[in-house]
């Protein structure tokens, strides 16, 4: 069952998982028809990897609330700010604010270490257009999850280094790119992510440590190192999503570059204890959903790559 969730919540993605429309195309048709008008519709439904920052981003039945959010802006950033000090003892940035039905999604990120993206729910009342900073509230887990990852790549640091190394070297010899750091500032809010991957906490080694962090977030790597039990940590319940997409348009995920990627990951020590997942997409990105997960993504969602601590 785990395994499952697992599964799930790297095939589905982030923004999905936040609630948005989650509409995808399969296929590599991205010009469409410029004759047809379905065509261009299906057109303007997608961007260009490198120009996306989260532009025509939507969530449920958010078109009324998102025009009454953008006009008390001001306010919700305010009260987002002092919700997360009082209740999660975090300073944060606010990026973005996306209506959603009854309320506002507002996604923030963290102000120094632990580094993670999370977002919080501002309701708001249709019938007086009043914004509701006074019951602001989160989805269960997804702050709690957030902090934990952060304070896993923290822990792990050096080991997370060798990962973004050697994503970087692979992304400047191979025509593959990650998201822009813009996409997940405004759209991404799942924990710890960098432009080419996302972390998930599953397990609940990191529990007490978060505990520890509502007590005194501001301690050194080596405080929370030093707390967390090592004999406790399951690879299983840690899962690094490596998002990469083609650099170029009108072209389907390359299966060469895949299969090396994949091989580089399995042959590599000194990596963070998790399990992997390997995604390969083309250069779209569904601009309501922020997804890049089409009907040709390549992926190594059901073959997670597994390394433990002794890798």
């Given at each position: ?211 520890m962090y509502l007590e005194n977030p501001h301690r050194s790597k080596q405080e929370w190192k030093d707390a967390l039990n090592l004999e406790n940590i399951n690879p299983n319940d840690y899962t ?72």
């Amino acid at each position: 069952m785990e395994q499952k969730k697992k599964v799930i919540a790297l095939t589905i993605g982030i923004s999905l998982l936040i609630g948005g429309c989650g509409v995808s195309e399969s296929g590599n048709n991205q010009n469409g028809d410029s004759n047809s008008a379905e065509g261009k519709q299906s057109e303007d439904r997608f961007a260009s990897v490198q120009d996306y920052v989260g532009q025509g981003y939507t969530l449920d039945n958010g078109e009324k609330t998102d025009k009454i959010a953008e006009n008390h802006r001001e306010q919700i950033d305010k009260a987002v700010k002092q919700f997360f000090l009082e209740k999660y003892k975090t300073e944060v940035k606010v990026h973005n604010t996306v209506g959603a039905v009854d309320g506002a999604t507002v996604f923030v990120e963290s102000v120094g270490k632990p580094h993670f993206y999370t977002f919080a729910i501002v309701p708001i009342d249709l019938n007086t257009r009043e914004v509701l900073t006074d019951q602001i509230w989160t989805r269960e887990g997804q702050v709690e999850g957030a902090i934990q990852s952060g304070l896993y790549a923290m822990i792990f640091e050096d080991k997370m280094q060798n990962l973004d190394n050697y994503l970087q070297e692979f992304t400047s010899t191979h025509p593959v790119i990650g998201v822009r750091e813009e996409n997940n500032e405004n759209v991404g809010g799942g924990g710890y992510m960098t432009p080419y991957y996302y972390i998930t906490i599953f397990g609940e080694a990191f529990d007490s440590l978060y505990k520890m962090y509502l007590e005194n977030p501001h301690r050194s790597k080596q405080e929370w190192k030093d707390a967390l039990n090592l004999e406790n940590i399951n690879p299983n319940d840690y899962t690094v999503a490596i998002q990469l997409y083609m650099s170029e348009p009108n072209v389907d995920p390359n299966i060469d570059i895949f299969n090396q990627l994949v091989t580089d990951l399995r042959n590599m020590n000194d990596l963070p204890p998790a399990a992997y997942g390997v995604y390969l997409n083309d250069n779209r990105v569904h601009k309501e959903s922020g997804s890049g997960t089409q009907g040709n993504t390549l992926d190594l969602a059901a073959d997670l790559i597994i390394k433990g601590l002794e890798n």
